[in-house]
């Protein structure tokens, strides 16, 4: 029996966070995760990613960008 608790994958979409980079990630209740969100530090700024998973195969699994999670409660960055 295999007691690895983690899987490579890699991410493709919205740079800088996916640019075909490769992480480990954790099994959730024995299987891959469906869904994932990045997070990077871009100067004052979060950026939050959700990636969803592609057609599994073998390691490294592909997760594809989905869309930008926005901070709704933060104030509008617009210029004058």
Avoid: W
């Avoid at 024995?30 to 599994?56: M, S």
């Amino acid at each position: 029996m295999n007691e690895k608790t983690t899987y490579r994958a890699i991410f493709y979409g919205a740079n800088p966070i996916a640019a075909g980079t490769e992480r480990d990630l954790e099994y959730v209740d024995g299987g891959y995760q469906q869904t994932v969100t990045l997070e990077v530090t871009e100067g004052d700024a979060i950026l939050r990613r959700v990636f969803k998973i592609g057609h599994v195969t073998e390691e490294p699994i592909s997760y594809r960008y989905v869309e930008d999670l926005h901070d709704t409660a933060g104030e509008a960055d617009v210029p004058n």
